[in-house]
């Protein structure tokens, strides 16, 4: 369908570990977006770096890498008419204290005050991104 697109949807270790699967699904899902594959998979060092390699000289790199490894996350390729611009909507902004109430990172993330960020989900930024990251994640 023209117009159609993909992008990258994580819902994060925090996420699983906190039993929001479901919730962010069918927040996915009830705006009308399909989800067109899905997996549950612990990522390795390898994939998060790929994935993550724009953030690689990030003063918390590491943290990242450590966070996201934590247990497993679930991996999803959502499909539908401009929805890399509306999952990043959903998701909302990066720091869960400042993020927008109603965006699943506003209603349900946390930054705990030691620089650290438990931001529930990860979604592409651009339709490049996303199908750089589908590639790491789905291949
Ligand atoms: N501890 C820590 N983590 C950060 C910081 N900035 C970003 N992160 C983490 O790194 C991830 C990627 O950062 P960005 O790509 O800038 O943010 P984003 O696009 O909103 O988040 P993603 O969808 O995960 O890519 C964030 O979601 C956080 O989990 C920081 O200052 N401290
Ligand atoms: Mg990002």
Redesign the pocket.
């Known amino acids: 369908m023209a117009g159609m697109e993909q992008t990258l949807l ?1 819902v ?1 270790p925090d996420g699983v570990h906190r039993n929001l699967v479901g919730e962010v699904l069918a927040r996915i899902e009830r705006k009308g977006y399909v989800i067109a594959d899905l997996k549950m998979l612990t990522a390795t060092t390898e994939i998060l770096s790929e994935h ?1 390699s ?2 690689r000289e ?3 790199f590491a ?2 890498l450590k ?2 490894s934590v247990g497993p996350v679930v991996a999803a390729v959502i499909e539908g008419s401009r929805v890399v611009e509306g999952v ?1 909507s959903l ?1 909302g ?3 869960p204290t400042m993020a927008a109430p109603g965006t699943i990172r506003g209603d349900l993330g946390r930054d705990w005050g030691n ?5 529930i ?5 651009s339709p490049e991104s996303a199908e750089r990251e589908i590639a790491i994640w789905f291949k």
């Open positions: 994580l994060k993550y724009e953030h990030k003063p918390f943290d990242l966070y996201m990043r998701s902004s990066t720091e620089g650290q960020i438990e931001n989900v990860h979604s592409s930024d």
